[in-house]
């Protein structure tokens, strides 16, 4: 039962982080990306076996054959791998926010040139847009109008 519930979590988190990666938006993809992490510290979290009370070293070396037969230690492998996990996951993140913070003071923006699709480019805001709605609003202000041509004040 718990493992179902274990893997029903991570398919889930799977899940999230792909819709919020493939969604437009640096921070949706760095959430998106920190669920992913998330997913795949808990598969590996699951991929050891639970063993409450036992240690993941050897006492004595020179019986070492004698208390692996006898008795049962904690696998310490996905501890290790997880830790290595949470670690790249981190690196992985600053390094998104540093590439996307550089996209956008190099671009200017947060589109990229022929992103949208054909027909949606009214979707892009750039500051001459800004400048013209500025603009429209100051001449509307001389006619006793307060809001922009859109409807939406400034």
């Keep these: 039962m718990t493992q179902l519930i274990l893997a029903l979590t991570v398919g889930i988190l799977f899940a999230c982080g792909a819709y919020l990666v493939m969604r437009r938006g640096k921070i949706k993809l760095i959430l998106g990306l920190g669920l992913f992490s998330h997913g795949v510290n808990l598969l590996l979290f699951g991929s050891g076996e639970m063993i409450l009370g036992k240690p993941a070293i050897f006492n004595d070396k020179a019986n070492f054959l004698g208390e692996l037969a006898t008795r049962s230690f904690a696998d310490p492998l996905p501890q290790a791998l997880i830790l290595t996990a949470i670690v790249i996951s981190f690196g992985i993140t600053a390094f998104m926010i540093v590439l996307l913070n550089r996209r956008d003071t190099l671009l200017g923006s ?45």
Excluded: F, H
């Design 110 to 154: 947060e589109i990229m040139e022929n992103e949208l699709a054909p027909g949606y480019d009214w979707l892009v805001y750039t500051d001459d847009d800004l400048e013209e709605q500025r603009q429209k609003q100051a001449e509307s202000k001389g006619n006793g109008s307060s809001k922009i041509s859109g409807g939406e004040p400034l």
